[in-house]
């Protein structure tokens, strides 16, 4: 069974607007990884954070992680077209093991 | 980031019959992942394959259906056999690198689909 859910599962956006994604998980982690997937090709990774971390940025990408709340956010700013992708999460348990992946929200940016 | 191919890119295939997808990496990782995404899904772990060692497989998922071979710290080969169209599917593989930083990296998947 999937560790984690994402909420939504879609998500419609005018360029230039924010998305945020939501992502939540059953089990204690070691890290969590967000991916996107462009068309149903291979996953790209945007960003990893630790357990004992609760806030990570990478150019229009901010991650937070809330161990309390087993749950981790998305946020994409001043999104662009090129950002329509699908994003997933996953969760690693333990350091440099297998990842649990979450359902996937389908961002659409409409220019 | 690792540079990770996959052979092929996409097949179509007949029922009864079996596809070997290959996986190549441009540096040495100890651990390689074997993933499946069926369409509309999300992605699902088969196997953890480690040079030198029977694949580790995930709950659901056998060797007899989806042998994987690991001959070195490059490369492996996931084979879906007698294959039904319920295997179509995105096939990846993924690596962790660099080592020790838990990130993965994917290939660029292998679309299957059987008639």
């Known amino acids: 069974s999937q560790q984690g859910e994402e909420d939504p599962q879609a998500l419609s956006i005018q360029e230039g607007e924010n998305a945020t994604m939501n992502c939540s998980y059953k089990?204690?982690?070691?890290?969590l990884q967000w991916y996107r997937q462009n068309s149903g090709r291979g996953l790209v990774h945007l960003i990893l954070?630790?357990?004992?971390?609760r806030e990570k940025h990478s150019g229009r990408l901010r991650v937070t992680l809330d161990t309390s709340k087993k749950s981790s956010s998305l946020l994409i700013t001043a999104s662009r077209a090129a950002d329509t992708a699908s994003y997933f999460c996953?969760?690693?348990?333990?350091?440099?093991?297998?990842?649990?992946f979450g359902g996937g929200t389908r961002v659409l940016v409409k220019p | 980031s690792a540079v990770i191919s996959q052979k092929p890119s996409r097949d179509i295939c007949q029922r009864g019959t079996s596809l070997t997808i290959q996986c190549q990496v441009d540096?040495?990782?100890?651990?390689m992942f074997w993933y499946r995404q069926q369409p509309g899904q999300s992605l699902t772990l088969i196997a953890t394959?480690?040079?030198?060692?029977?694949?580790?497989?995930e709950s659901g998922f056998v060797i007899d259906k989806f042998p994987i071979s690991r001959p070195n710290l490059t490369f492996s080969t996931l084979t879906v056999s007698n294959m039904s169209p319920e295997d179509s599917s995105i096939y990846l593989c993924?690596?962790?690198?660099?080592?020790?930083?838990?990130?993965?990296?994917f290939g660029p998947g292998t679309r299957l689909t059987v008639l």
């Open positions: 996953a969760t690693g348990k333990a350091a440099g093991n297998k990842l649990t």
């Open positions: 954070i630790r357990s004992n971390e």
């Open positions: 993924s690596v962790d690198r660099p080592q020790g930083t838990d990130t993965q990296y």
């Open positions: 089990t204690s982690i070691n890290n």
């Open positions: 540096s040495q990782v100890t651990m």
């Open positions: 394959a480690n040079q030198g060692s029977e694949a580790t497989y």
